[in-house]
């Protein structure tokens, strides 16, 4: 059974950075995609960055040019860089593994965990 602890969230100031950090265990963590999915207080969970089992990555349109994900297969470790942040960016984070090696649009969010808090103030 797949087990995902994310690590690194806190409270930034707009405009500051945080590196979200993800560890992966009990499954080939270089056979999946992985992501970063989060969910703002009253809004549904939402994509927010996926990278493919060969480091092709995709971003939502709201946080292209300032997030970065990225894999460490070797540490069997996902990240989220977030520079610029901004209060709409507010959030709790889940890791995400995706059931196949490669995202695609609208694709299922597989298994995630238990999240960590982000908070953008202004």
């Known amino acids: 059974q797949v087990q995902l602890v994310e690590s690194g969230g806190g409270l930034v100031q707009a405009g500051g950075s945080l590196r979200l950090s993800c560890a992966v265990s009990?499954?080939?963590?270089?056979?999946?995609?992985m992501g970063w999915i989060r969910q703002a207080p009253g809004k549904e969970r939402e994509f927010v960055a996926a990278i493919n089992w060969n480091a092709g990555t995709y971003y939502q349109d709201a946080v292209k040019g300032r997030f970065t994900i990225s894999r460490d297969n070797a540490k069997n470790t996902v990240y989220l860089q977030m520079n610029s942040l901004k209060p709409e960016d507010t959030a709790v984070y889940y890791c995400n593994r995706y059931n196949q090696n490669y995202y695609y649009r609208g694709a299922n969010f597989g298994s995630w965990g238990q999240g960590t808090q982000v908070t953008v103030s202004s």
């Open positions: 009990g499954h080939t963590f270089s056979n999946y995609a």
